[in-house]
């Protein structure tokens, strides 16, 4: 074999180990990124939560009316106009928000499994509550058809006020 062919296949071995390092080096990062979104993501969704929590322990009234609606549901659908029904709905508004991205980043696969078990756990837990229905019959139009499709499905059979 001739020293030129010599030459030749050494940078050839050199290239091709310099692409499958490149390859390896970019499996790397795509790897170390998919972890920090799904971090980030995590994060995202504990915020909107805390989030919601913190808005029923701040705004007293919004707890009050939520009281007299869990203790007369049929309340919400009598009082469409009055201020305690639009906080009330944007209340619902804001949840079904949190839902919706929640829902979207499960979509996506930026949410661990075991995380969106979670939260269809507690989407289950609260299909029962007669105002997410009603509320979710007023506002639903305003979501991505995924969203809408898997909302309709967890609060089928359940009842509104």
Do not use: C
């Not at 913190?54 to 869990?70: D, T």
């Not at 499994?113 to 007669?130: F, K, M, N, Y």
Request: charged share 20%; aromatic share 12%.
């Amino acid at each position: 074999m001739s020293e030129a062919r010599r030459v030749r296949l050494l940078v050839d071995g050199v290239g091709l180990a310099a692409v499958l390092a490149g390859l390896v080096f970019v499996g790397l990062e795509i790897r170390q990124n998919t972890a920090a979104v799904r971090a980030a993501t995590q994060q995202a969704v504990f915020e909107a939560g805390l989030q919601q929590h913190w808005g029923i322990i701040q705004n007293e009234r919004l707890r009050e009316v939520m009281v007299m609606a869990r203790d007369d549901p049929a309340w919400v659908a009598r009082t469409p106009e009055t201020s305690d029904h639009i906080l009330l709905e944007r209340f619902y508004h804001q949840r079904f928000n949190a839902l919706e991205n929640v829902y979207y980043h499960h979509l996506m696969g930026n949410l661990d499994r075991s995380l969106w078990a979670g939260w269809e756990g507690w989407i289950g837990s609260i299909a029962e509550d007669p105002l997410m229905v009603y509320f979710w019959a007023k506002l639903r139009d305003g979501y991505m058809p995924e969203f809408i499709e898997y909302m309709d499905t967890a609060l089928k059979g359940s009842s509104s006020p």
